[in-house]
């Protein structure tokens, strides 16, 4: 059952009662992320995920792990573009322990000076090792040339120089000017009861300050560009991307629909032509990240410097075969089941519906129905696939980044017009 409860302050409450798990997954969401930074506070949101699990005035850094530790529970947090998540998963019995220990965390972490350049270390060791991971590394470097100068392009955990710079009160204000009043999104997912967890809520939230956040946005604009990073690895990576419909535009479920033919499994296009038949790739797949008012789709691979051109052709081979409308029944009722049943196999999980809750809110403030979605997915036809494939990979928006030992004059434009 799905409820909803708007405190004075302007905290938005949105549960689902499940009364056949003895759970509860719970998560605070703030608008906030990369993408609400600029280039010279760029990483602050993840600093922040870090300050707020380092203590307290009345609990050390110790006392926030072992609180759920103890009780056998979860907790994390996560940073995004346009998201920060803090969730514990645990017994239905220690509900109001965890919502307590969240309430404490956003009200009461001092920030401290000693910890904030120790944190710093930490941090720049994160990302170091990211850049020490060239398959993960690879999609941080496309996305910083594929939106370019916009906001959506900054890294997400900040650079070294960013990070070194930050002082004790530009973490602060952000924190004060994002994490507060509408901009608090609280979702629960379990064996609760609405009323007495709002109640629980309102009793240590509901002395948040009561503010309206600016949360304006400008909407990308991106052109074709290919980027190469000469970098001494045994494969080369590469990303090929391109402009993909929003969270909320009304054919984002056509879209979904052609990443699953593409690449979406072990079965689609992509891995069954290029690493099953040729044997040219270990790793390949794509995926469609969504935000609020865009979107991007992305083919990643990784090869061997002798096979990376071929490769690319066959991407951009199979992309056009969408687009050329080279699909079949049969093929689009298959991807549609595949849809279905991922996304009602993971409905099983209140960790997964306390999370769509949560985006259901912040994209469209309302609950959308598991039929609802089925139904979408099921209404999609051929000529819609084809329709946003041709939209989507028009070369004047493809762009593509290669990370490995090779020159940038090996990978001309044209490439991306095969």
């Given at each position: 059952m799905?409820?909803?409860t708007?405190l004075?302050?302007g905290?938005?409450?949105v549960?689902e009662?499940?009364?056949h798990?003895?759970?509860?997954?719970?998560?605070?969401w703030v608008?906030?992320?990369?993408?609400?930074?600029?280039p010279v506070?760029?990483?602050v949101?993840?600093?922040?995920?870090?300050?707020?699990?380092?203590g307290t005035?009345?609990r050390?850094?110790?006392?926030i792990?072992?609180?759920?530790?103890?009780v056998g529970?979860v907790?994390?947090?996560?940073?995004?573009?346009?998201?920060?998540s803090?969730?514990v998963?645990?017994?239905?019995y220690?509900?109001s322990m965890a919502?307590?220990l969240l309430?404490?965390i956003f009200?009461?972490?001092?920030?401290d000076?000693?910890?904030i350049?120790?944190?710093k270390s930490?941090?720049?060791?994160?990302?170091?090792?990211?850049?020490?991971?060239p398959?993960?590394?690879i999609?941080?470097?496309f996305g910083q040339i594929?939106?370019d100068a916009?906001p959506?392009?900054?890294?997400?955990?900040?650079?070294a120089e960013t990070?070194n710079?930050?002082h004790r009160?530009?973490?602060?204000?952000f924190f004060s000017?994002?994490?507060?009043?509408?901009n608090l999104?609280?979702?629960?997912?379990?064996n609760?009861?609405h009323?007495?967890?709002a109640d629980?809520i309102e009793?240590?939230?509901?002395?948040f300050?009561?503010k309206?956040?600016?949360?304006?946005i400008?909407?990308p604009a991106?052109?074709?560009?290919?980027?190469v990073?000469?970098k001494?690895?045994?494969?080369v990576?590469v990303?090929i991307g391109?402009?993909?419909?929003?969270?909320?535009?009304?054919?984002r479920?056509?879209a979904?629909l052609?990443?699953t033919?593409?690449?979406?499994?072990?079965?689609?296009r992509?891995?069954?032509?290029?690493?099953?038949?040729?044997?040219l790739?270990y790793?390949?797949h794509?995926?469609?990240?969504?935000y609020?008012?865009s979107?991007?789709?992305c083919?990643y691979?990784?090869?061997?410097?002798?096979?990376?051109?071929?490769?690319i052709?066959?991407?951009?081979?199979?992309l056009?075969?969408?687009c050329d409308?080279?699909?079949s029944d049969s093929e689009i009722?298959?991807?549609?089941e595949?849809?279905?049943?991922?996304?009602?196999l993971s409905m099983?999980s209140?960790?997964?519906r306390?999370t769509?809750l949560?985006k259901?809110e912040i994209y469209?403030a309302?609950?959308i129905?598991f039929?609802?979605?089925v139904?979408?997915i099921d209404?999609?036809?051929i000529?819609?696939?084809?329709?946003?494939a041709?939209?989507?990979?028009r070369p004047?928006?493809l762009?593509?980044a290669?990370?490995?030992?090779?020159?940038?004059?090996d990978f001309?434009a044209r490439?991306?017009r095969?």
């Open positions: 799905y409820n909803k708007v004075d302050n905290i938005r409450i549960t009662e499940i009364n798990v003895r759970s509860v997954s719970l998560g605070v608008e906030s992320g990369s993408r609400y930074e600029n506070n760029n990483g949101a993840h600093f922040i995920e870090h300050m707020l699990f380092k005035e009345g050390s850094a110790f006392d792990a072992s609180a759920i530790d103890s529970g907790m994390n947090a996560f940073t995004g573009k346009e998201l920060t803090f969730y998963k645990v017994p239905d220690h509900c919502i307590e309430a404490d009200h009461h972490s001092r920030f000076p000693e910890e350049d120790k944190e930490v941090v720049i060791q994160e990302i170091n090792m990211l850049e020490d991971t398959d993960e590394y999609h941080d470097f594929f939106w916009h959506l392009g900054l890294p997400i955990l900040g650079t990070v710079a930050f009160q530009d973490i602060v204000g000017e994002r994490y507060s009043g509408d999104i609280i979702t629960a997912a379990g609760l009861n009323d007495v967890f629980m009793n240590v939230f509901g002395s300050v009561n309206r956040v600016n949360k304006h400008v909407t991106v052109a074709s560009q290919v980027a990073l000469n001494n690895l045994e494969q990576h990303v391109t402009l993909a419909p929003s969270a909320t535009s009304d054919v479920y056509a979904f052609m990443n033919v593409l690449g979406g499994s072990m079965s689609s992509l891995f069954q032509e290029i690493r099953e038949k040729r044997g790739a790793s390949i794509s995926f469609l990240v969504p609020k008012d979107g991007m789709y083919v691979f990784g090869t061997s410097e002798k096979n990376v051109i071929d490769v052709k066959l991407v951009m081979d199979e056009n075969k969408v409308g080279l699909l009722d298959s991807a549609k595949q849809m279905k049943g991922n996304f009602l099983e209140t960790d997964v306390m769509r949560a259901n469209f309302r609950n129905h039929d609802e979605v139904d979408n209404a999609v036809t000529d819609a696939v084809r329709a946003i041709c939209d989507m990979f004047e928006i762009s593509m290669v990370l490995g030992r090779v020159k940038r004059e001309p490439l991306l095969s």
